[in-house]
C-alpha cells in the first residue's frame, strides 16, 4: 500500500511542478509592420493614417449589488481626412439659398445648358422698412397695388413699379460659384433639375481591439497591443494563428497535468484511507 501511496504522490509532484513552472505562450510579433504610439502615422497603401488614440476602456460588468466588475481593454482609433465629391440637386422652380439670400431656381427649354437664379424679394421687409408704404399690399381689379402716403396723400402705385427688379444670376455647365461654404460647380442642367458638386474633407475613422482583425486600406492586419500604450499591427496573419494553436495545445496540456495532479491525490489520499480500515478476518 505504502508503494502505490508513493507512486501516486510522485506522480501528483511531477504534475504540480510542470504546471507551476511552464510559461504560458503569449502573442507577439517579432517583426510588425508598424509599431505606434499615439500622435504617430502610418502610410499603408498610399494613404496616411494618424494614431489619433490609444485608451483603456471599460467593458462588462454589471452594476449594482451583486454585480460583476467591469474589466477594461484597449482600443485604438487611427483615422484618415479623405477627400469626397458631393452633390446637390435643384429643382426648377425651387428655392435654394446662396449667399444669405434665398433664389428661385428658373430653367427654361426642352434642352437646357444652363440655369438662372432669380433672387426672391422679401417684399414685407421692404414694405416695414419704408415709412411712408403701408406694411401690405392691396389687390384692385386690374393688379396689386402699394399704398404710399406723402405729405398726407395716400397714392396707389403698381407693385411691379414700387418693390425693385430681381437680381438674376446666370450659369452654365462648367461655371463655379460660392455656395454653402464651397466652391461647386455646375455639372448637369435638364429640364427638371440642375447638378451641383463640389469636393469635401471627411474623417475617416478605425476602431481597433486587441487581437482583432483590422482591414486598412486594402491590406488585412492583426492587432496586438504589447503595453497600454504601444500598437502592433502586423500582415503575418498564419503567424498570428500558429501562435494561437500553440497557446490552445498549451492550456490543454495544463490543463490535463492539472486533472492529474488531483486524481493522483485523490488516489492517495483513498489509499491511505484504505489501509486504515480494520480488517474483518
Known sequence: MAVYVALFVLIAG?????????????????????????????????????????????????????????????????????????????????????????????????????????????????LENDPQADNETVERDDGEYVVVTEDGESTLVPAGEYFPAPEERSYATGDAFEYGGNTVTVDDVTAEQAVVVWEATETESIEIEQHSRVTVGETEFIAHFSDASTMQLSSDIEGYEAQVSQIDQFQQYNSGLTRVLVLAVLSSLLLLGAAFIPSRY
Open 14 to 126: 511531477g504534475a504540480g511542478v510542470l504546471t507551476a513552472t511552464a510559461e504560458t505562450p503569449e502573442i507577439g510579433f517579432e517583426n510588425p509592420d508598424f509599431e505606434v504610439s499615439q500622435g504617430d502615422t502610418i502610410e499603408v497603401d498610399g494613404e496616411e493614417y494618424v494614431v489619433a488614440e490609444i485608451a483603456e476602456v471599460e467593458e462588462g460588468g454589471g452594476g449594482g449589488h451583486g454585480g460583476g466588475g467591469a474589466s477594461t481593454s484597449i482600443v485604438a482609433t487611427i483615422e484618415r481626412e479623405m477627400t469626397v465629391e458631393q452633390s446637390e440637386a435643384w429643382a426648377n422652380d425651387s428655392t435654394v439659398e446662396v449667399g444669405d439670400r434665398e433664389w428661385r431656381v428658373a430653367i427654361s427649354g426642352e434642352d437646357p445648358s444652363e440655369f438662372t437664379l432669380v433672387e426672391v424679394l422679401d417684399r414685407q421687409a421692404i
